[in-house]
């Protein structure tokens, strides 16, 4: 992306915030942490997030608990769990909560940033479609609103 991309990592453990916090600020991108579920939830409501990156286990709720709440305050965020818990049930549920991609911790640094940079990329492109897809529908119903007029005015001459 050509402007740094604002990345939340949720993680319990203070280590791993921090670790992954330098690794993406390193790779040039906007990050903030969160602790807990609650905290992610509340930043996210107050700020914009391309991205987050969130633990499934949390002290307050499950990591796929959040990425419903996440949906909520930011639809088209990118939701990726990392766990250091891998487990089909866990997986199966993170998919039908519409994850955008499941990592297991240790996750290897180039994976990680090669994985998100795959998101964000994506992001941009359907961003970018939607804001075209946008703008013809504007200058279509600009037409039709001006077609409309001269109708109107040509009908209101006629009486």
């Not at 290897?108 to 994985?115: I, P």
């Not at 940079?117 to 001006?146: I, P």
């Amino acid at each position: 992306m050509s402007e740094s991309a604002r990345i939340l990592v949720i993680d319990d453990e203070e280590g791993i915030r921090r670790t992954v916090s330098m690794t993406l600020k390193r790779a040039g991108y906007s990050v903030d942490t969160a602790e807990n579920g609650k905290q992610a939830i509340e930043m996210s409501e107050a700020n914009f997030y391309n991205l987050a990156l969130i633990d499934i286990r949390l002290p307050d709720m499950e990591g796929t608990e959040l990425l419903t709440a996440m949906k909520e305050t930011t639809p088209r965020m990118i939701k990726i769990i990392l766990t250091g818990y891998p487990a089909l049930e866990n997986a199966v549920r993170a998919i039908n909560k519409r994850v955008d991609g499941y990592l297991i911790k240790p996750v290897n640094t180039d994976e990680l940033l090669r994985f998100i940079k795959e998101n964000l990329d994506k992001q941009k492109h359907e961003s970018e479609y939607t804001q075209q897809r946008l703008t013809q529908y504007v200058e279509t119903r600009v037409k039709e609103l001006q077609t409309e007029e001269l109708d109107t005015a040509k009908t209101t001459k006629k009486e």
